[in-house]
């Protein structure tokens, strides 16, 4: 059976009950991840979505690229809930789940120059005043996506908030070799994640970079420049508030 969201095929098919995996990571370690003791000794390359709701990009991203390891978090426990139960049933062994912050992913767990892509669709933009220093995409966050990726590691990042986007052209130039998209994801035209899909049924432009990490770039460069440069107070248009609601 092929499952659907707003009318768009759910990256591949549920296989039989006896090859189905188990893509939870509920106990974190005190220090950082070991991606060869978590990913059944594979070694290899790493892949991040920092939250990732309910799994679409990287479900797809594992079918697509068994040499590839995945993990997503998302500090929402029901929609990792529906990220896990998918990847089970698609019996992915390349992709794990976790409910965490991004920040609080790289922050803790980890290693420096370990993971080869950093992956965020669509962060949250918090329209709520009293919310926003909430939201995902600091200078500091950049920082640690910079620390955590191997020297021109790739790092994604979308959005369909004007504001948020006019924030993040500021911003991510400082620690990555930014590369705006022009068209739709030719992997996925439809949309890679649900919001997606739900900002092109409504018309709305989704704003697309593919970066590269400087690599001319130190720990303690990275973590300065962060310190210079503003925190994200941007306007995020309360108009558009009613469609994260749907998404
Ligand atoms: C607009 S949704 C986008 C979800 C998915 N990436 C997509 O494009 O469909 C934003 C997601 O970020 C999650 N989120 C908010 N703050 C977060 C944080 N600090 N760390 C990780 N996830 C976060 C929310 O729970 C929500 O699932």
Redesign the pocket.
């Known amino acids: 059976m092929i499952e659907h969201e707003f009318g768009v095929p759910f990256p591949g098919a549920v296989v039989e009950q006896s090859k189905w995996t188990h893509t939870a990571l509920k106990v974190m370690p005190d220090g950082h991840l070991d991606w060869a003791a978590l990913f059944g000794s594979s070694t290899a390359p790493v892949v991040l979505?920092?939250?990732?709701?309910?799994g679409?990009?990287l479900i797809g991203s594992a079918l697509a690229r068994p040499t590839h390891n995945h993990l997503g978090?998302?500090?929402?426990p029901v929609?990792i809930r529906y990220a896990r139960k998918r990847g089970n049933q698609r019996g992915l062994a390349n992709l794990k789940f976790a409910v965490?912050?991004?920040?609080?992913?790289l922050e803790r767990h980890v290693a420096p120059h370990s993971v080869a892509e950093v992956?965020?669709?669509?962060?949250?933009?918090?329209y709520d005043p009293a919310k926003v220093h909430?939201?995902?995409v600091t200078p500091q966050f950049l920082a640690l996506v910079h620390r955590a990726l191997v020297p021109g590691g790739r790092f994604v990042i979308?959005t369909d908030n004007p504001g948020y986007w006019k924030y993040v052209r500021a911003v991510v130039p400082v620690f990555f070799e930014f590369r705006e998209l022009a068209g739709r994801w030719p992997d996925a035209p439809k949309?890679?994640?649900?919001?997606?899909?739900?900002a092109l049924q409504k018309k709305l432009p989704v704003f697309r970079a593919e970066c590269a990490a400087k690599a001319d770039l130190s720990e303690a460069g990275a973590v300065a420049l962060a310190e210079a440069l503003p925190p994200p107070t941007f306007d995020a248009d309360r108009r558009l508030r009613a469609l994260?609601e749907l998404?």
């Open positions: 979505d920092l939250g990732c709701g309910n679409r990009y978090v998302d500090v929402l929609v965490l912050g991004g920040r609080e992913l992956h965020c669709y669509h962060p949250q933009p918090y909430l939201r995902l979308q949309g890679r994640t649900r919001r997606e899909i739900v994260d998404a």
